[in-house]
């Protein structure tokens, strides 16, 4: 079982820039909790995400001494992966490409069809670097524009990113849709169709819908989920304004429940949740 907890997620949308100092010391302690990997930053254009403008300092100065956890980036285009592979400390680069026209124009100014170019150009920068790319499916269980979609639909971007030999794959609820059939149906068709990718679950959640949603991924196999401490970020275009990240304590306790040990410091846990006041509140 991964983890993946999401603090960049989290914290890209508020609108008050977290101190530098701030983000380095939520995530030092997330760094010691025991996650897969941690979504610490992006590097992308300060005009679009202003939140992540300080990334590359706040990389330098994270602790990993002592972590096994794995560190991930978001780019949006070649440059940005160009500008996030050369630093050792990052593992793997993040890249969203939308099932939904409408929104990857919105998302990084490009269409399908660009995006899918760049996301070519940005493995093979990857492969270059020794980093793994992780390619989050956005829109993966409907878009709110009218635009297309159908599990075949989704089936026909993860053939195009095989070709591509990519070999990490998470479906993004972006704004709260999904339902346990529609998460049952893709994942249970995928997971044993592409046995060569590793598919992820970053899904967006209303409070009361958060198990029903973990429960299908995992009885259709999904065994990489990513989450964010409290719920905290999420889409804003959510039609829902209780629509969130999922929560990783409710994660934690989920997999725990059905006696799957995580490995985890529980204490380093507590001590995360705990400073994740001083960022969101």
């Known amino acids: 079982m991964k983890l993946i907890e999401c603090p960049r997620d989290a914290m890209q949308g508020l609108p008050h820039f977290v101190p530098t100092q701030t983000k380095v010391a939520y995530i030092n302690a997330l ?5 897969d990997t941690i979504d610490f930053g992006s590097f992308v254009s300060p005009k679009a995400i202003p939140q992540m403008r300080d990334t590359a300092e706040v990389l330098a100065q994270l602790q990993r001494e002592g972590t096994k956890s794995k560190l991930l980036a978001i780019v949006a285009n070649v440059r940005g992966a160009a500008e996030a592979a050369v630093h050792e400390a990052i593992d793997c680069l993040g890249f969203p490409l939308s099932v939904s026209e409408t ?5 990084t100014n490009k269409s399908i ?11 093979e920068l990857c492969q270059q670097q020794h980093k793994t790319l992780v390619v989050y499916l956005s829109m993966g269980f409907g878009n709110p524009y009218n635009d297309p979609w159908s599990a075949a639909t989704v089936v026909a971007f993860v053939e195009k990113l095989q070709a591509l030999e990519v070999r990490t794959i998470s479906l993004s609820d972006t704004i709260g849709v999904s339902d346990p059939e529609k998460i ?12 060569g990718i590793e598919f992820g679950a970053h899904l967006h959640t209303a409070p009361a819908a958060w198990q029903e949603k973990v429960e299908a991924a995992y009885h259709a196999g999904c065994r990489r989920f990513d989450g964010a401490l409290r719920g905290y970020g999420g889409c804003p275009m959510a039609k829902d304004e209780l629509v969130g990240n999922m929560p990783t304590e409710n994660l934690v306790a989920y997999f725990e429940n059905i006696g799957l040990n995580l490995r985890l410091n529980k204490q380093a846990l507590e001590e995360a949740l705990a400073r994740s006041g001083a960022v969101f509140l």
């Open 31 to 35: 760094l010691q909790v025991g996650f």
């Open 103 to 107: 929104f990857q124009r919105r998302n």
């Open 113 to 123: 069809a660009e995006a899918l170019q760049e996301v070519a150009h940005i493995q």
């Open 184 to 195: 049952t149906e893709l994942f249970s068709h995928m997971i044993p169709a592409f046995p």
